[in-house]
T-cell receptor, first 115, second 113 residues
Framework: NAGVTQTPKFQVLKTGQSMTLQCAQDMNHNSMYWYRQDPGMGLRLIYYSASEGTTDKGEVPNGYNVSRLNKREFSLRLESAAPSQTSVYFC??????????????FGNGTRLTVT | AQSVAQPEDQVNVAEGNPLTVKCTYSVSGNPYLFWYVQYPNRGLQFLLKYITGDNLVKGSYGFEAEFNKSQTSFHLKKPSALVSDSALYFC???????????FGKGNQVVVIP
C-alpha cells in the first residue's frame, strides 16, 4: 500500500504564480486534510474534506482553494503565491473523523518556497 | 476551541535513559488525544491514542502515554531511549464535539549515544 501520496515533493514559485498540490490516498478513507507546517508553530489546518463532495475551511484558509475530486484525491491550489506561503504542506487522510478516534495518515509533504 | 501545549522545545536524553515528552491540553468536551512522530523529511506517523478507558496507553516502538484528567496532561514516555528515537514529536487533541485536530508545536527529541 502506498498510503498517502503527494506531488510534487519540492517546488519553487515566484510571487504571483499559481500551482496545485496533488494528494491521493489508496486506503478508502472518507476524510482528507491539508496542513501546513512552519517552524515553531506545529501543524495548522488549511482545509479539510469530511467526505467526498464536501470541503470546509480550517484554521488558515486564506490564499488557498481545494477540490475533492473523488474519494481518493484532494488537491490544494495556490492562485497567487505569496512569500508567506513558503512552508511544508502535508496531506492526510482518516477513516471516520466523526467518530473522533481515527488517527491521521500523512503523506511525506511538499516543500514549497515562494520567492 | 481545543488547544495543546508542549512546553519544551527540545528534550535531550542519554541512550538507555527514560524519555518523557510533556503535553497538556485544553478542551471543552471529552478529549481524544494522540501522539505522532516525525522523522526528517517525512510525514507524521501515528504512535498512540487515548479515547477512553485505561489511563495508561501503549503504542508503537515501545512508547506509552499516561492520561491525567485532573492535570489535563498526556505525557509520552519510553523506559529506555534509543538513538533511533531522535525525532520531532507532536501531541494533538480532538474535542469530542468536533472533527478538528489541534496540534502542539512539537518537541525535538535528541537521544545522545
Amino acid at each position: 500500500n502506498a498510503g498517502v501520496t503527494q506531488t510534487p515533493k519540492f517546488q519553487v514559485l515566484k510571487t504571483g504564480q499559481s500551482m496545485t498540490l496533488q494528494c491521493a490516498q489508496d486506503m478508502n478513507h472518507n476524510s482528507m486534510y491539508w496542513y501546513r507546517q512552519d517552524p515553531g508553530m506545529g501543524l495548522r489546518l488549511i482545509y479539510y474534506s469530511a467526505s467526498e463532495g464536501t470541503t470546509d475551511k480550517g484554521e488558515v484558509p486564506n490564499g488557498y482553494n481545494v477540490s475533492r475530486l473523488n474519494k481518493r484525491e484532494f488537491s490544494l491550489r495556490l492562485e497567487s503565491a505569496a512569500p508567506s506561503q513558503t512552508s511544508v504542506y502535508f496531506c492526510a487522510s482518516s477513516e471516520q473523523p466523526e467518530l473522533g478516534n481515527s488517527p491521521l495518515h500523512f503523506g511525506n509533504g511538499t516543500r514549497l518556497t515562494v520567492t | 476551541a481545543q488547544s495543546v501545549a508542549q512546553p519544551e522545545d527540545q528534550v535531550n536524553v542519554a541512550e538507555g535513559n527514560p524519555l518523557t515528552v510533556k503535553c497538556t491540553y485544553s478542551v471543552s468536551g471529552n478529549p481524544y488525544l494522540f501522539w505522532y512522530v516525525q522523522y526528517p523529511n517525512r510525514g507524521l506517523q501515528f504512535l498512540l491514542k487515548y479515547i477512553t478507558g485505561d489511563n495508561l496507553v501503549k503504542g508503537s516502538y515501545g512508547f506509552e502515554a499516561e492520561f491525567n484528567k485532573s492535570q489535563t496532561s498526556f505525557h509520552l514516555k519510553k523506559p529506555s531511549a534509543l538513538v533511533s528515537d531522535s525525532a520531532l514529536y507532536f501531541c494533538a487533541v480532538r474535542d469530542s464535539g468536533n472533527n478538528r485536530l489541534a496540534f502542539g508545536k512539537g518537541n525535538q527529541v535528541v537521544v545522545i549515544p
